[in-house]
């Protein structure tokens, strides 16, 4: 079992910026690509990014340019750096791993 925890989740104003980490309860990362998901309200989840277990990352073109994904392989952390957040980034933002899921960290982005 895998266990995903996000955290870094909060209220910002449009321009600024947050970090998301999700942290991993066992070494996963040069495994497979752990990806980045939002849902905000009643839309459908969303494919965000990823990272490969190369190091490569890939963007929706919705954020391409504005978000960036790292991971730091010691700390068993994946980060997603989001910046230049506008209201439309407002969801929960999930990490996923195979069929393995964190809880959310909610992002709100005030105009």
């Known amino acids: 079992q895998v266990q995903l925890v996000e955290s870094g989740g909060g209220l910002v104003q449009a321009g600024g910026s947050l970090r998301l980490s999700c942290v991993a309860s066992i070494d996963i990362f040069r495994v497979k690509a752990l990806e980045w998901y939002r849902q905000a309200p009643g839309k459908q989840r969303e494919l965000v990014g990823a990272?490969?277990?190369?190091?490569?990352?890939n963007y929706a073109e919705s954020v391409k340019g504005r978000f960036a994904i790292s991971r730091d392989t010691a700390k068993k952390t994946v980060y997603l750096q989001m910046n230049i957040l506008k209201p439309e980034d407002t969801a929960v933002y999930f990490c996923k791993w195979f069929g393995f899921w964190g809880q959310g960290t909610q992002v709100t982005v005030s105009s």
């Open positions: 990272i490969a277990s190369d190091g490569s990352t």
